[in-house]
């Protein structure tokens, strides 16, 4: 979603990778996203400038690949032992209160964008128009802004 909405819908540059394997099964996954408004010439990331952890094996297996100026985010339901420095987003909790776990993610999107300002909201929710079922569209849009929401209350404190 996020390099949909970087690419289509706010003119930048983008690659992924993605890594499954047996992690697929419930261990840790990852996916690198480069996003640049320049072309981008290598697509695999050497240190992170973010980092997203959805579960602490995510998380304990690649923190080390992030740069130490680097944003954090964690799902404060899913990793619990982390480094200080780490924002806290509970996108389980949201998500369960906004109808489905499934869009946790969706919440850290919004959470991740708020943060970098690397996508607009209007970008994502054409992404997520572009991409989802139609009976999803609402609460996944929902997911977003309550993601970017919680990150506006941490920013007043």
Same mark, same amino acid.
């Given at each position: ?23 697929? !099964? ?16 290598y697509p695999f990331i050497g240190m992170a400038d973010v ?21 954090? +985010?964690?799902?404060?339901? +899913?990793?619990?032992?982390? %480094? ?27 959470? +991740?964008?708020?943060?970098?300002? +690397?996508?607009?909201?209007? %970008? ?21 802004? !309550? ?5 506006? %209350?941490?920013?007043k404190d």
């Open positions: 979603m996020l390099g949909k909405a970087a690419t289509i819908y706010n003119g930048l540059m983008a690659t992924q990778t993605q890594s499954y394997g047996p992690e697929a !099964r419930g261990g840790a996954s990852k996916t690198e996203v480069i996003l640049s408004d320049e072309e981008i010439n980092l997203v952890s959805l579960s602490q094996t995510s998380y304990t297996k690649y923190i080390h690949e992030v740069k130490k100026e680097g944003i954090m +985010l964690v799902d404060t339901d +899913l990793v619990l032992h982390h %480094a200080n420095k780490c924002i806290e987003i509970p996108a389980t909790k949201i998500a369960i209160e906004l109808g489905s776990v499934m869009i946790a993610n969706m919440v850290m999107l919004g959470a +991740l964008s708020s943060l970098t300002e +690397l996508v607009t909201l209007e %970008a994502l929710t054409k992404a997520v128009k572009s991409s989802v079922p139609p009976m999803y569209f609402d609460m996944n849009v929902a997911a977003l802004k !309550r993601g970017q929401e919680f990150v506006g %209350a941490i920013e």
